[in-house]
């Protein structure tokens, strides 16, 4: 390890001696004052280039060497949501964004102020695009089979089949959704949709989300929670009628579809593969089993990473959170496994009941042991005492 100091020169006041303060003083991993940091992805999905994004932030765009190994410079047509600060490292990357968001249950409907926090909108080409923009990036086509022994770390995107923690509950979180253009301005564009229950929930539990761009598009998705996908026309069936039903228009083209899958699992996989070879993303355990989201868990792992690689000169996998967080999404995927009838009720007790930014932060794992005892207290008990109960 390398220390500079960057020395100042004070005159006392008292007896005019010279005295030297230390007014700065950086820590640089040794052999690594004239090198940058090399980082080489197994990957170049959205969590690397989200990595890469936040490491610039906290290392700097001039100490960076970043290399993506793929099997294609192909970008992905996804899109990804996230709740939080509007002043994160990909923030910049985001395509709309809601202060509000609505929930929807039986013949309630509810919206939400998120306070401080904003529900943002991206996608896989807007997050690439803002990390070409701000980084030099080397792409490279190939299999992405193991590390780069020249590299500072390796990050890894792939799963390689090592579990922490094998699955004891699998189920998938599936969706599928059309980009609607409609006759007349039917859309208030201040209010996304989060979870709005009002639809038919035989076969899982279902809600539709809603994310207006303008105030006659938005994108109008029917997602599941279940054990398996869907036929195309069982999504349909019910984003036509909430179409007609809730957003009360017949009037409409559709203009694009979305479709995808989630894993809901309590598996954890084993994020050091070997020395400076680390999981990240989905194949390091980053989505949340209950929610499926990922990309707002990926920042805050790169941060607390990169800072720590700062002080210490060393990369390490961070430290997870505690443990309780990975008790509750359990006892939840068991309900919505055993009881998907009681979600919806539960979803809407713990939104309505509860602050909506007590409730982010929750599902961020970001709370107190009080603040749970207080969320919990809110919820219908019974179901999480049967999910006790089964184990």
């Not at 994310?211 to 019910?238: G, H, K, M």
């Amino acid at each position: 390890m390398v220390i500079v100091v960057d020395c100042g020169l004070l005159i006392s006041p008292v007896d005019n001696r010279d005295k030297i303060t230390i007014v700065n003083m950086t820590i640089f991993p040794s052999g690594t004052m004239n090198q940058p940091t090399s980082l080489h992805f197994l990957g170049a999905g959205v969590a690397a280039h989200v990595y890469a994004l936040v490491a610039r932030d906290v290392l700097g765009p001039h100490s960076l060497h970043i290399t993506m190994l793929d099997r294609t410079h192909d970008v992905p047509d996804r899109t990804l949501c996230v709740w939080g600060s509007s002043s994160s490292s990909i923030s910049a990357a985001a395509v709309a964004q809601w202060k509000y968001v609505r929930l929807g249950y039986g013949d309630q409907s509810i919206a939400l102020d998120l306070g401080s926090m904003v529900y943002s909108q991206y996608t896989a080409a807007s997050i690439r695009a803002l990390a070409d923009e701000r980084l030099v990036v080397s792409r490279e086509i190939g299999n992405a089979t193991g590390p780069s022994p020249e590299a500072s770390v390796s990050l890894d995107s792939c799963d390689r089949g090592v579990d922490l923690f094998p699955a004891t509950i699998s189920l998938l979180q599936h969706f599928r959704g059309w980009r609607i253009r409609t006759s007349r301005a039917i859309f208030d564009m201040e209010v996304a949709t989060m979870m709005d229950f009002r639809v038919d929930q035989s076969h899982g539990v279902c809600f539709v989300y809603v994310l207006p761009y303008a105030n006659n598009e938005a994108l109008v998705e029917c997602t599941v929670f279940s054990t398996s996908i869907w036929d195309a026309e069982q999504y349909e069936a019910r984003l036509k009628d909430y179409i007609a039903n809730i957003i009360g228009t017949s009037g409409y083209e559709i203009i694009a579809t979305e479709v995808g899958v989630i894993p809901m699992t309590d598996r954890v996989p084993e994020r050091l593969h070997g020395p400076s070879w680390i999981g990240i993303g989905t194949a390091g355990g980053l989505t949340k089993p209950t929610t499926g989201y990922t990309v707002a868990r990926c920042v805050r792992d790169a941060e607390r990473m990169m800072e720590a690689y700062q002080r210490t000169g060393e990369f390490a996998v961070p430290a997870p959170p505690p443990g309780r967080f990975r008790w509750y999404d359990k006892l939840l995927l068991r309900i919505i496994r055993d009881e998907p009838q009681e979600v919806p009720s539960i979803l809407w007790t713990l939104f309505s009941r509860n602050p909506i930014e007590k409730i982010l932060r929750f599902l961020d794992e970001e709370t107190s042991i009080t603040d749970e005892v207080q969320i919990f207290w809110s919820l219908p008990w019974r179901p999480f005492l049967r999910a006790i109960i089964r184990g």
